[in-house]
């Protein structure tokens, strides 16, 4: 089998997005193709941060420890810069496991199997990635999927809300929206989210709500 990049794999309570509360095996592949300015894991992409790992290691790992969880989280970094991410997922679903990829939203979405749980950000203003957002992907989302919106300020707030309606995203998967803490308060968010009427869903990132990784 093919090695990936590994900046880590954990087990922890997954704390956003539409299976947040749940336990899921986590496992961060290293690299990223954007810098945001609010980034929260910068570490994904630090020099030789990394550790390489046959598919088959990473498979073993779950099933020694956490075989009883199904939920398999990949994230980054931008897990889709490793072209080996595909054999990771195939693995994991033929073990019949519910598998959820966090993507930045810049890399096409059409070699990502259908029943994977796409998670997909939109770069708003703030981050300065704004231009790498590949809205074709949308194309790509369903019901059980999701897009994420990361908001610092009324311009990005603004940002989401017209994006959302242009693409009409409300119609055929779910749209998630976080503040960028500490910048915006989790109660700023919330109260414009309430304001605007529409089936936009506020988040905060639960695993640090309560302290844990």
């Known amino acids: 089998m ?3 990049k590994i900046s880590e794999i954990f087990f922890s309570i997954q704390g956003e997005g539409p299976l947040v509360g749940y336990p899921s095996f986590f496992v961060r592949l290293f690299g990223c193709n954007l810098n945001c300015s609010w980034c929260d894991t910068p570490y994904g992409k630090g020099k030789n941060l ?18 009883s969880i199904p939920f ?14 595909y ?3 195939d693995e994991f679903l033929k073990l019949n496991c519910t598998v959820i990829l966090e993507t930045n939203g810049s890399i096409s979405l059409k070699r990502v199997p259908e029943e994977v749980i796409k998670v997909m950000d939109i770069k708003t203003p703030s981050s300065r990635m704004e231009k790498y957002n590949l809205y074709e992907n949308l194309k790509f989302l369903a019901s059980k999927d999701a897009v994420k919106f990361v908001i610092k300020d009324k311009k990005d707030f603004e940002f989401a809300l017209n994006i959302t309606e242009k693409f ?3 119609y055929y998967t779910q749209v998630f929206l976080s ?12 109260n414009w989210v309430l304001e605007t009427r529409k089936p936009l869903r506020f988040q905060i990132q639960l695993h640090k709500v309560v302290g844990i990784k």
């Open 50 to 67: 990394y550790k390489e790992l046959e598919i088959s290691e990473v498979i073993s790992l779950w099933k020694k420890n956490f075989k």
């Open 87 to 89: 054999s990771l997922i």
């Open 2 to 4: 093919s090695k990936l």
């Open 179 to 190: 503040p960028a803490l500490p910048f915006l308060e989790a109660k700023t968010l919330a």
């Open 72 to 85: 398999i989280t990949i994230t980054g970094g931008e897990p889709l810069l490793q072209s080996s991410v």
């Open 168 to 170: 009409q995203i409300f």
